[in-house]
């Protein structure tokens, strides 16, 4: 077949209908960023901390009052029983201890005071004790008999306290409270007490305040659960109020980073929340239309590339044809004219293709297609089954587009034979439900500067190569056409040298005719 | 950029739960025990009960000597009667022929309604002359609502190897006719001295 005719039946297939359709894309189609799922109680989560710092604060609240209660009871209720017991012994003692007494009823008046004083919870000890010669202490030699006779241990300073004031003292003794109370009521002046004065030692029990005690602490407790029980409730409640919003932005967010850039959330109310929601939807406001207006241009001057595309194609066709005539008739300018003709004419057709991807016309053409085969039709068609060795199971089917496995080959080997020299291997297996196939070369590899950019368009591996036969389309067509079927291209540099472009094909399903 | 970050609400609140522990510990639960704690200053003596009267002997007469009494002890005096006068007193002549060793004792139950008490002597054999029963008598008939005056003595019914004699039984019918008597201190008009 002449150059012309296969432009002609080129030109001939069907072309997609102008305008083109302009449909907005997300931002970042591949890399689709997914949060996982969000656990309902994160152990260090706003939830926690928030319940956490209500919970200590009811706490240390309930815990400070109910303390500060309980030392104010206690005072107050140990005070109440002091208070009476001292004043109820202080009075017993003036009612039944005459100022001046008859003679020889000294046991007499011990034993009204042991009668009055003594009841359920208080014992009393009387005893004679003779006013103090000089140096000698009139409370020597009466602990022990005070102590077994109360059943409490007594202090000697507490004696030698009670016989010259009124005093009293709480101490413990087999785990329950007493309170000492101890007097030695002193003659009026001027009257006579023919008979030693008694001393009045009471031992009170501290039961009933220990137990109204008891029952208070358990109370207070009961109460502080309570409180920190509510606390919780409330906690929970409250932070369900600050984590609803903080969820609903959270879940704009999510959207807006996918792409969906009409994401907005509801601003109701006039809390710190409802201003970052405010703040956000003037974000996503402003995003929205600053991505608009890009796209906006990027789909302009895609269009413009296709528009200019179509409209030199027409002149080109009949140069492209008027060329060939010319360099059959000889001439080397003619001919040289004829090859740059072609390749601006391979070029316009790749402009065409790349154009059709980017305006989402481009449509897949499935079949079951015999990779083997397939491929050795590929290097056929363009004389590279010399240059090029290719290994891989005869047997494998794979359902995709025949046409585009096509120019991906081509694209790859025609690459790899241009900038890495011969030998070429192509070697395809069976991987992931569909087809893995490498082409290697032996060239000098990419620089690495240049990999990530290697699919770009127009992007050349070296200044000198930018009069080179290539487009500089031609990995970017390939690249689209993997991503058509929803495969990938990937390139990397062996570690002997020579660049190798690793394509990977899902085999499409059945009834998917996409 | 820098981080905007808060300060941990947690951190905090267990420091002041901690704080709270801190200021709360030294008290403790329950009631503590204290040192020796003075209430004021020693009672001062101010009640003087009713004064008490006994009957002394003094040159052969019964006079009536005034002594301090106690609360709720009407009789006192029938006490007082078994306690040896004071210094003063017996500079002054006056004297108790109660013997040692007798204890006279009347309780409040022991006044029945009519006014009769019952004065409880803890021996039988004592020998009771007129001067000294008028002593027990009239001070017992000075104490409040007492009209007459009865002696009750202990009764032991020995019942030796030999069996009670007539005497003994003569003794018994004695006291038993002793206790009978009743007594105020009018009968004795004669031996008091004014």
Redesign the interface.
């Given at each position: 077949m002449s150059g012309g005719a296969r432009l002609r039946s080129w030109l001939a297939r069907p072309w997609p209908v102008r305008p083109w359709p302009v449909r907005m894309r997300p931002l970042r189609p591949v890399a689709r960023y997914v949060l996982p799922s969000a656990p309902r109680l994160r152990p260090m989560g706003l939830r926690t901390r928030l319940t956490a710092a209500f919970v200590a604060v009811a706490l240390l609240a309930a815990l400070l009052a109910s303390g500060i209660s309980y030392v104010l009871v206690r005072r107050a209720v140990l005070q109440r029983v002091q208070d009476t017991e001292i004043s109820d012994a202080r009075q017993t003692v003036a009612r039944y201890v005459p100022a001046t007494a008859p003679p020889g009823v000294g046991e007499i008046v011990r034993q009204q005071l042991r009668v009055a004083l003594n009841n359920g919870d208080r014992q009393a000890w009387v005893t004679d004790v003779p006013d103090p010669v000089a140096g000698v202490s009139p409370a020597r030699n009466l602990r022990g008999l005070a102590g077994r006779a109360l059943g409490v241990p007594v202090s000697q300073d507490f004696l030698e306290q009670a016989v010259r004031i009124t005093v009293f003292q709480r101490v413990r003794s087999h785990g329950h409270a007493y309170l000492l109370i101890g007097m030695w009521p002193g003659p009026p002046d001027g009257a006579t007490w023919l008979d030693p004065r008694p001393l009045v030692i009471v031992a009170v029990s501290l039961r009933h305040e220990e137990q109204e005690l008891a029952s208070l602490t358990r109370a207070l407790l009961i109460a502080d659960g309570l409180a920190v029980l509510m606390a919780l409730v409330m906690a929970l409640a409250a932070t369900r109020g600050v984590l609803r919003p903080v969820r609903v932005l959270g879940r704009a967010a999510r959207a807006l980073g996918d792409g969906d850039l009409s994401a907005r959330v509801g601003e109701r109310g006039r809390d710190e929340l409802t201003d970052l929601a405010r703040t956000f939807n003037r974000t996503a406001d402003q995003l929205e239309r600053m991505v608009g207006e890009l796209r906006a241009k990027d789909a302009a001057s895609r269009r413009f590339v296709a528009d200019v595309s179509h409209e030199l194609r027409t002149p080109l066709t009949s140069m492209v044809a008027m060329a060939e005539v010319l360099a059959e008739d000889g001439g080397e300018a003619a001919r040289l004219v004829a090859v740059e003709t072609r390749r601006l004419g391979a070029l316009v057709g790749h402009l065409i293709e790349i154009s059709r991807f980017d305006a989402g016309a481009a449509a897949l053409v499935l079949d079951d297609v015999v990779v083997a085969d397939a491929v050795a039709a590929t290097l056929d068609a363009r004389g590279w089954t010399d240059e090029a060795a290719v290994d891989g199971p005869p047997d494998l089917v794979v359902r995709l587009d025949p046409r585009r496995l096509d120019v991906i080959v081509a694209n790859l080997v025609g690459n790899a034979l241009r900038h890495g020299g011969t030998p070429v291997r192509v070697t395809f297996v069976p991987e992931r439900d569909g087809v893995e196939l490498t082409v290697a070369d032996t060239g000098p590899g990419i620089p690495q500067d240049l990999l990530p950019l290697i699919f770009n368009r127009f992007v050349k591996a070296e200044a000198a190569r930018s009069r080179s036969d290539g487009s500089g389309l031609g990995l970017s067509i390939a690249l689209e056409n993997a991503r058509l079927h929803g495969g990938s291209l990937a390139v990397a540099n062996a570690p002997d040298g020579g660049a190798v472009f690793t394509l990977w094909l899902p085999s499409a399903d059945e009834e998917d005719e996409k | 950029m820098r981080p905007i970050t808060g300060t941990?609400?947690?951190r905090a609140?267990?420091a002041?739960?901690a704080g709270?522990a801190a200021?709360?510990a030294p008290?403790g639960?329950?009631?503590?025990?204290?040192?020796?704690?003075?209430?004021?200053?020693?009672?001062?003596?101010?009640?003087?009960?009713n004064q008490?009267a006994v009957y002394l002997v003094r040159n052969g007469k019964l006079e009536r000597v005034p002594?301090?009494?106690?609360?709720?002890?009407p009789y006192?005096g029938l006490?007082?009667l078994?306690?040896?006068p004071?210094v003063t007193e017996t500079r002054q002549g006056y004297r108790s022929l109660l013997p040692d060793g007798v204890v006279l004792t009347a309780e409040a139950t022991d006044l029945d309604p009519g006014g009769l008490l019952t004065v409880r002597v803890n021996r039988a054999n004592v020998d009771w002359p007129r001067l000294l029963l008028g002593e027990v008598v009239c001070t017992a008939n000075a104490a409040p609502n007492v009209k007459q005056v009865r002696l009750d003595y202990p009764i032991s019914v020995a019942v030796r190897g030999k069996g009670g004699g007539p005497e003994e039984s003569k003794m018994l019918d004695n006291l038993f006719r002793r206790m009978a008597i009743r007594y105020t201190c009018a009968e004795f008009a004669d031996l008091t001295a004014n």
């Open positions: - | 941990p609400p947690v609140a267990l002041a739960l709270l200021v709360l008290t639960c329950g009631v503590r025990a204290t040192g020796p704690v003075g209430a004021g200053d020693l009672p001062r003596l101010t009640a003087q009960p008490v002594r301090p009494g106690l609360l709720n002890e006192l006490q007082q078994t306690v040896k004071s």
